[in-house]
C-alpha cells in the first residue's frame, strides 16, 4: 500500500513538472500582448511623437466606471492587432476615473485639462489620431462591446 502511495506522489510530481511550463508560456504570451507603453503626459507623448516622426494615439477613457472602456481595453488594446499596429504610434493614455485614488490629484488635473482641449463633449471611450505638432487627423469614439474591433483596426491602419 505504501509503495503504491509513494508511486502516485511521484506520478503527480512528474505530471507537474511537464505541465507546469506550458502554463508559464501561455502566461508570457498574454502579458506580452497586454503591454503597450501608454504615456500620460501630453507634453511628453507630443515630443516623442514629433522625435520620431509618429503620430499620437490618443485614448480617453473612464477606466473604472465606463463598461464600453473595459471592454474596449480587453478586445482592442490586449489584442496582437493592436500591438502591432501600436508600434507605429506614441500612445497616450487619458483617464478621468470615478475613484480618485487611482490617479494622482496632478495627474487628473492634466488629464481633465487635456479633456477639455481634445474631448469637449466628454465622452468616453474615444480615440484620437493627431500628428506629430499636435493637430487632430481623425477620431473614432465609443464601442458597442460586441468584440468587433475592426473600425478601430481600420482607423489606426489608415494613419500608420
Keep these: 500500500m505504501l509503495h503504491i502511495l509513494y508511486e502516485k506522489e511521484q506520478m503527480k510530481k512528474l505530471l507537474l513538472f511537464l505541465i507546469l511550463p506550458l502554463f508559464a508560456i501561455g502566461q508570457a504570451n498574454k502579458s506580452v500582448v497586454a503591454e503597450s507603453e501608454w504615456l500620460t503626459d501630453y507634453e511628453t507623448a507630443l515630443s516623442k511623437a514629433n522625435d520620431s516622426n509618429n503620430n499620437l494615439?490618443?485614448?480617453f477613457t473612464g477606466s473604472d466606471w465606463c463598461p464600453p472602456c473595459k471592454m474596449l481595453k480587453k478586445d482592442l488594446?490586449?489584442?496582437e492587432a493592436f500591438q502591432a499596429l501600436s508600434e507605429d504610434y506614441v500612445l497616450?493614455?487619458?483617464d478621468i476615473p470615478m475613484n480618485k485614488d487611482l490617479i494622482s490629484a496632478?495627474?487628473?488635473k492634466h488629464n481633465k485639462e487635456l479633456a477639455a482641449?481634445?474631448?469637449k463633449?466628454?465622452?468616453v471611450p474615444v480615440i484620437k489620431i493627431l500628428n506629430p505638432k499636435g493637430k487632430e487627423l481623425d477620431k473614432y469614439s465609443g464601442y458597442s462591446m460586441n468584440g468587433e474591433t475592426q473600425y478601430h483596426l481600420?482607423?489606426?491602419k489608415k494613419h500608420q
Design 106 to 108: 496632478d495627474q487628473l
Design 92 to 94: 497616450l493614455y487619458i
Design 77 to 79: 488594446f490586449e489584442s
Design 117 to 119: 482641449r481634445l474631448n
Design 57 to 59: 494615439l490618443v485614448y
Design 121 to 123: 463633449k466628454g465622452s
Design 154 to 156: 481600420k482607423l489606426l
